[in-house]
């Protein structure tokens, strides 16, 4: 098994410009995160998708969008990318057992927007 | 609101030093509880989690974590840390029902050898 990949693991934006981050995993789980790390802060989750076709937001969700057409894949999209989204992005999944759940972390793409 | 603090920003020590990192949290469901650690240019791994059971639990590389639901407090415990336990140190609680983390601060740990 891979467990969660993401690509790319570098990236310099302009502002204004738009991307997509591509999260997959191979172990079927249900359960996907996207987070972004910054200095002093944690790691803060942006959204998040119980299955395929179902999302929601997490604690800071502007500027992206996802969606999640299969079990197996979750971009994360910026649609106009701006400094402030300068960041460390980790994508997640889990999968519940007895009420649990244990997330997987991908490598991470660092994201630059000048 | 659910919330996580971790009160320990920059920890440094010296190697066979014993650890302890604090985490409190915020939660109003049935709570699980992790400790998450990243080593410098890798990404997050699991060290240990609660979610029932004997408030003692005990993870990878001899960390262990006491959950005391009175304090709502969950920390992080080492008896003797090495060189090679340098890295960040990552509380969070999650959702049972979405998989939902919420983090804390983090914690650098600086091991001096």
């Known amino acids: 098994n891979a467990g969660v990949t993401q690509t790319p693991k570098f990236q310099v934006l302009k502002t204004g410009q738009s991307m997509t981050l591509q999260c997959a995993q191979d172990?079927?789980?249900?359960?996907m995160s996207w987070y972004r790390q910054d200095p002093g802060m944690g790691l803060r989750l942006i959204h998040y998708?119980?299955?395929?076709?179902?999302?929601d937001q997490g604690e800071v969700p502007n500027g992206y969008n996802v969606s999640r057409s299969t079990t197996e894949d979750f971009p994360l999209r910026l649609l106009s990318a701006a400094p402030s989204q300068t960041s460390v992005y980790f994508c997640?999944?889990?999968?519940?057992?007895?009420?649990?759940?244990?997330?997987?972390f991908g490598p991470g793409t660092r994201l630059t927007v000048l | 609101a659910q919330s996580v603090s971790q009160h320990n920003h920059h920890v440094i020590l010296s190697e066979a030093a014993s650890l302890e990192l604090g985490c409190n949290y915020s939660y109003g469901g049935t709570v699980n509880l992790f400790w998450y650690v990243q080593y410098p240019g890798q990404h997050l791994q699991l060290l240990l989690k609660y979610f029932s059971g004997d408030p003692l639990v005990k993870g990878i590389k001899g960390f262990e974590a006491e959950f005391i639901k009175s304090k709502f407090s969950f920390n992080l415990r080492k008896p003797s840390v090495q060189w090679s336990d340098t890295a960040e140190y990552f509380c969070?609680?999650?959702?049972?029902?979405?998989?939902?983390?919420?983090f804390g601060q983090g914690t650098t740990l600086q091991v001096k050898p």
């Open positions: 998708s119980v299955g395929a076709g179902i999302t």
């Open positions: 969070a609680v999650g959702s049972g029902n979405t998989g939902k983390l919420i």
């Open positions: 172990m079927n789980h249900e359960y």
């Open positions: 997640a999944s889990s999968w519940r057992l007895a009420g649990v759940h244990e997330q997987f």
